[in-house]
């Protein structure tokens, strides 16, 4: 069975912290994005990745790290949070152009 | 101009009644096509994937593809109030690294019992 895991369904911060969105896959997938979702504007790629240390930029970059060390592992992260990084993050996984993309469970944060 | 656009709704239908949802897109060239259902406070799953002009069916759900006419529709048949959730149209170009997927923003369905 497929499967997305996110470290956090739900996280606080504070304006200025550091903070790491870690997603992990099982299914041995090459492709991984990270998205934002707010209301009214849908599903935003932040960044993406087709391979372990590779990695692009999607729509939204700004404000944004990832780090991918292991196939499976996808990371992102906020160098230092703002109020307007509060939203529902959601990683995805994808084997090939052609594939399925799986989405994981979700991390809503809210950057206070 | 959004490159995949969508009816926000919300969209009220009974139960038992057909339910249309929309999306047109901007890339002419666009290649695969897909329909994501995401209940409230829960991630997008794959209900529907369309690659080729006509209908696709698969159980209440068609969709429905005309690349003429640079739209792809939903249709939900016998809708039940469990249908009640968000329905995210997605595009795939034909070409660009990963061939990343473009999302509309959603159409919120209720079906009402």
């Known amino acids: 069975d497929v499967k997305v895991t996110q470290s956090s369904r739900y996280l606080v911060k504070r304006t200025g912290e550091k903070v790491f969105l870690e997603c992990v896959q099982d299914?041995?997938?090459?492709?991984m994005f990270w998205y934002r979702q707010d209301p009214g504007l849908g599903l935003r790629l932040i960044y993406f990745?087709?391979?372990?240390?590779?990695?692009e930029k999607g729509d939204i970059p700004e404000g944004y790290s990832v780090s991918r060390e292991k196939k499976e592992r996808f990371s992102l992260i906020l160098e230092s949070a703002s109020t307007n990084q509060t939203s529902m993050y959601l990683c995805a996984s994808r084997e090939g152009p052609s594939e399925t993309q799986y989405f994981g469970p979700g991390t809503r944060l809210l950057v206070l | 101009q959004k490159e995949v656009e969508q009816n926000s709704g919300p969209l009220s239908v009974p139960e038992g009644a057909i339910a249309s949802l929309n999306c047109t897109y901007s890339d002419r060239v666009s290649q695969s096509f897909f329909w994501y259902r995401q209940y409230s406070g829960k991630s997008p799953e794959l209900i529907m994937s369309?690659?080729?002009?006509g209908d696709k069916e698969d159980g209440r759900f068609t969709a429905q593809l005309n690349k003429a006419s640079q739209y792809v529709s939903l249709l939900i048949r016998d809708s039940q109030p469990s249908d009640s959730a968000t329905y995210l149209c997605?595009?795939?170009?034909?070409?660009?690294?990963?061939?990343?997927?473009?999302f509309g923003s959603g159409t919120q369905l209720t079906v009402l019992p």
């Open positions: 299914m041995d997938h090459e492709n």
């Open positions: 990745s087709y391979d372990v240390k590779m990695k």
């Open positions: 369309i690659y080729s002009n």
């Open positions: 997605a595009v795939r170009p034909l070409s660009g690294s990963a061939r990343q997927l473009t």
